[in-house]
């Protein structure tokens, strides 16, 4: 069973008005709260990253939930399970990590465990922000990409097979770098609703996601996605861990970014690749994207 689908049944038993983006939109707090968990051998190796850059990396996925919403990144929580073999060391190293992005943490929790386990709540401040939605696109309104893509995949493979070179690569993987002006210019400043969403889970599936929430098709245009020419174009749309971000916004608002689409009739994404049309159904992407089980 796909990740996916343990997230439709968990949507329909609680039938929640909250679940479906990445951050709760708890207006009546005037907040947004968002959860993330990292598990050894899942989502990282202790082979090749540092202590610190397992403090870093758990903090950055949940800043760019939270940036991703509109919303400014205010405050973290972290439970941190360990097993017997970890020292004062590692935990002092984590910490360092953790708090280096700037976001103040308050609270948390730790317990024992057979491998690390990391999972951060982060809470953003909606104050004089407009929040997004993946169900927002309309037709008529532009898809801007912001950030690269496929970098932080092609470090993960350098890495399993003991590289560090190039370090861009290895950098993209073990220190991810949040959109945080880009999406702090878009919750600002726009006053119409709108989509947008991290790329953690890689470039097609934000595409994917957006259009089949909103309901409508994504015509997009490969050649104007911002690219590294040293990876291949399969990671670029497919490879995750990126932590960019696809804002669909009206065609007369300036963001920034690079514009590679529009919003059309339809349902899903209609990709301009090597002079040919490639339609992908949301089935499509889910059966190319990683899953967590």
Sequence with gaps: ????????????????????????????????????????????????????????????????????????????????????????????????????????????????????????????????????????????????????????????????EGKNEPKKFIKAHLTPTPQVEFCTHIGKNIKSNYAMMDTSDGLMDAFSTIANDSGVLLRIDFDKIPQDKDVDKDLVLFGGEDYGIVAVVPKDFECGGAVVGEVVEGLGVELNLDGQEVHYSKKDVEEKIFNHF
């Excluded at 401040?125 to 993946?134: A, C, L, N, Q, V």
């Design 1 to 160: 069973m796909r990740e996916k689908e343990f997230i439709s049944i968990i949507k329909d038993t609680l039938k929640s008005d909250y679940i479906g983006d990445d951050c709760a939109y708890l207006k009546d707090l005037g907040i947004v709260v968002s959860q993330d968990s990292l598990v050894e051998d899942v989502h990282f190796s202790l082979k090749y990253m540092t202590p610190y850059q397992l403090g870093y990396k758990s903090v950055a996925v949940n800043i760019s939930d939270i940036c991703a919403s509109g919303a400014e990144p205010k405050y973290l929580t972290i439970a941190l399970s360990l097993p017997k073999s970890v020292d004062e060391g590692f935990v002092k190293s984590f910490y360092e990590g953790a708090k280096a992005l700037g976001v103040e943490i308050v609270g948390g929790d730790m317990t024992g465990a057979d491998k690390v386990m990391v999972s951060v709540c982060a809470i953003g401040s909606t104050r004089d922000r407009k929040i997004s939605s993946r169900c927002n696109a309309k037709v008529g309104y532009k898809v801007v990409v912001a950030g690269l893509h496929g970098l932080s995949v092609t470090g993960l493979k350098l890495l399993s």
